[in-house]
């Protein structure tokens, strides 16, 4: 018996959640499998700022990134399905929030916080962490963001699996997600 085919996207896919948990590089390969665009909202923050992440706090503060970074996710919400991985703070924005969850399904990618320490230890490019205790910082991160993370459409577990792994959950939990909501649409 052959499987029908899972009809494209029709809205975009955020991922959300702490940084360092995979959403650029995961994101990347989620919108491969599903033959979606993919954009990094940092990447196209720096891209319309003309400065780097680093840049843009020490020069201009974190109350004006998130303000930036607030007008990159509306415009990007406005054109055609993506693949979105949104930095960690956006969803603490409440307008940036209740757009992404009129606009796009929101995934959670959620991991054990002593992996994501250890993978963002790796490199000195996040303006949060710099001169900090990487653990120290997301534990106090994660008790502020968790709750608003938790409002995402699903939450998947991405903890110390491959990129391929976490991929395939998620591609799961979407498939899952999409059923639901074409049922419900049906029965209306």
């Given at each position: 018996?052959?499987?029908?085919?899972?009809?494209?996207?029709?809205?975009?896919?955020?991922?959300?959640?702490?940084?360092?948990?995979?959403?650029?590089?995961?994101?990347?390969?989620?919108?491969?499998?599903?033959?979606?665009?993919?954009?990094?909202?940092?990447?196209?923050?720096?891209?319309?700022?003309?400065?780097?992440?680093?840049?843009?706090?020490?020069?201009?503060?974190?109350?004006?990134?998130?303000?930036?970074?607030?007008?990159?996710?509306?415009?990007?919400?406005?054109?055609?399905?993506?693949?979105?991985?949104?930095?960690?703070?956006?969803?603490?924005?409440?307008?940036?929030?209740?757009?992404?969850?009129?606009?796009?399904?929101?995934?959670?990618?959620?991991?054990?916080?002593?992996?994501?320490?250890?993978?963002?230890?790796?490199?000195?490019?996040?303006?949060?962490?710099?001169?900090?205790?990487?653990?120290?910082?997301?534990?106090?991160?994660?008790?502020?963001?968790?709750?608003?993370?938790?409002?995402?459409?699903?939450?998947?577990d991405v903890g110390l699996g491959s990129h391929g792994q976490a991929v395939d959950a998620i591609h799961r939990e979407l498939r899952r997600h999409w059923k639901q909501k074409r049922r419900a649409e049906t029965k209306t």
């Amino acid at each position: 018996m052959r499987r029908r085919a899972i009809p494209p996207p029709r809205r975009t896919i955020a991922l959300v959640g702490l940084m360092g948990v995979g959403k650029s590089s995961v994101g990347r390969r989620l919108a491969n499998r599903l033959k979606l665009p993919f954009a990094d909202a940092d990447v196209e923050i720096e891209a319309a700022a003309g400065m780097t992440i680093s840049e843009i706090f020490a020069s201009l503060g974190e109350t004006e990134f998130r303000a930036g970074e607030a007008r990159v996710i509306r415009r990007l919400l406005e054109g055609p399905p993506i693949v979105l991985a949104t930095g960690g703070g956006a969803m603490m924005n409440a307008e940036t929030r209740a757009l992404l969850k009129a606009q796009a399904d929101t995934v959670w990618l959620r991991a054990e916080l002593d992996v994501i320490a250890e993978r963002v230890a790796r490199r000195d490019t996040r303006p949060l962490l710099r001169g900090r205790d990487p653990l120290e910082v997301l534990t106090n991160l994660a008790e502020a963001r968790y709750p608003i993370y938790a409002q995402a459409d699903l939450t998947v577990d991405v903890g110390l699996g491959s990129h391929g792994q976490a991929v395939d959950a998620i591609h799961r939990e979407l498939r899952r997600h999409w059923k639901q909501k074409r049922r419900a649409e049906t029965k209306t």
